[in-house]
């Protein structure tokens, strides 16, 4: 059973007064050769700053298009999306993307190289401020000795890194990542995974990520909106700040793994109530 759902949000970005990103009741479509297909319908959901908002949804279900509209490059048929209650409607600074391929890091350039152009570029700093600030997002990121090192002698991992201290360098409101680990290995993800986190612990940025992957959601988000198969609406927003990557494979953890994941294909029964889920919070989309 997977009946349609109203464009009702889980977390209301008008009720949301100090939110940092507000999605409101956004439709996206695309065209094919053969006909208009709506990627998303009615989405509503508010990112408050620090947030680490996490988009999870089986493939097909409009969760990089969300992203990308949120970055700009895709506009709305219907509704709006404001950041600080400007609305969005092109690509800006304020809004930096990790996609999920670290090869358009240009290879003739250094690491270091690479994390100024965009500042150089962006005429956002001069070229001795430039350096100085990729230096520190580097030494950051666990990569102050291979400034000089060129992309072709760097690791899947190391090359991920490289492409977030590039994206946090512009210092950006919020940090946009398209399943930035998927390509990367089990070991190499979940190190990707814990790093990412302390370093929000250290610099408290904001986050908007993708995932399909429950249990990436689970350890990465703090909030996580589940989105229903294609076209994506809002199943409902839980609160998952309570688990870490500590929490893998625990029977808690893998029970709310096992929830959600109902909840995502609304497999023949009823939303649980929230003291079932052990979720610190939970709202259903009606």
Same mark, same amino acid.
């Given at each position: 059973m997977n009946a349609p759902l109203p464009g009702h949000a889980a977390s209301n970005p008008?009720?949301?007064?100090?939110?940092?990103?507000?999605?409101?009741?956004v439709s996206l479509e695309y065209r094919t050769p053969q006909r208009v297909v709506r990627a998303t319908h009615q989405v509503s959901f508010a990112v408050d700053p620090a947030d680490r908002f996490v988009l999870l949804g089986p493939s097909g279900c409009g969760k990089s298009t969300l992203l990308k509209a949120v970055a700009g490059f895709i506009q709305p048929c219907e509704g709006e999306i404001r950041l600080q209650g400007q609305r969005v409607d092109a690509p800006g600074p304020d809004r930096i993307v990790v996609f999920q391929e670290f090869d358009q890091l240009p290879p003739w350039k250094t690491v270091k190289q690479n994390v100024m152009f965009p500042l150089l570029a962006s005429r956002t700093l001069n070229k001795k401020e430039a350096e100085e600030r990729a230096l520190h997002y580097l030494e950051k990121v666990g990569l102050a !000795?291979?400034?000089?090192?060129?992309p072709h002698t =760097?690791?899947?991992?190391?090359?991920? #890194? *490289?492409?977030?201290a590039r994206a946090l360098a512009m210092q950006p409101k919020i940090l946009l990542m398209d399943?930035?680990?998927?390509?990367?290995?089990?070991?190499?993800r979940r190190k990707m995974q814990e790093e990412l986190l302390l370093l929000w612990e250290e610099v408290r940025f904001t986050l908007l990520f993708v995932t399909h992957?429950?249990?990436? !959601?689970?350890?990465?988000?703090?909030?996580?909106? =589940?989105?229903?198969?294609?076209?994506? #609406? *809002?199943r409902a927003e839980v609160h998952s700040h309570q688990y870490d990557l500590h929490s893998l494979g625990g029977v808690a953890f893998q029970e709310s793994a096992r929830r959600i994941h109902r909840l995502l294909f609304d497999e023949g029964q009823a939303p649980e109530t929230?003291?079932?889920?052990?979720?610190n919070d939970i709202r259903i989309a009606y």
């Open positions: 008008i009720a949301h007064g100090e939110a940092l990103l507000a999605v409101d009741q !000795a291979f400034a000089d090192a060129y =760097l690791s899947g991992g190391m090359k991920a #890194r *490289v492409a977030i399943e930035p680990f998927a390509a990367l290995d089990a070991l190499t992957s429950i249990e990436e !959601a689970l350890v990465v988000g703090n909030r996580i909106l =589940l989105l229903s198969p294609h076209p994506g #609406r *809002v929230e003291r079932d889920h052990h979720f």
